[in-house]
Nanobody, 121 residues
Framework: QVQLVESGGGLVQPGGSLRLSCAAS????????MGWYRQAPEKERELVAR???????NYADFVKGRFTISRDNAKNTVFLQMNSLKPDDTAVYYC???????????????WGQGTQVTVSS
């Protein structure tokens, strides 16, 4: 059974920083793309940032220059460094990973349980 476990959320003042982590565990053959999404109250889930297994990244316009995604392939972990946080960044942040369970299988999407980030003074 594959699990994605997130950590690092919390309450921070505007202009502050947080670092989110997401570790995948279980019977995993390979992890391809990994990413972070977020969902604010009464809004749809939206992409924040993604990173390929080779380290190529893409970001939503609203976080460019403030957030940085990275990963440790040896530890099946993805990170999101969030700087210059704004109240509009308040949301539940979800980790996503495209995981292949065996050599002969195909990628399937897995999600973490979500971690709350609240930016408020």
């Amino acid at each position: 059974q594959v699990q994605l476990v997130e950590s690092g959320g919390g309450l921070v003042q505007p202009g502050g920083s947080l670092r989110l982590s997401c570790a995948a565990s279980g019977s995993i053959f390979r992890i391809d793309d990994m990413g972070w999404y977020r969902q604010a109250p009464e809004k749809e889930r939206e992409l924040v940032a993604r990173i390929t297994s080779g380290g190529s990244t893409n970001y939503a316009d609203f976080v460019k220059g403030r957030f940085t995604i990275s990963r440790d392939n040896a530890k099946n972990t993805v990170f999101l460094q969030m700087n210059s946080l704004k109240p509009d960044d308040t949301a539940v942040y979800y980790c996503n990973a495209q995981i292949r369970l065996a050599r002969w299988s195909y990628d399937q999407p897995y999600w973490g349980q979500g971690t709350q980030v609240t930016v408020s003074s």
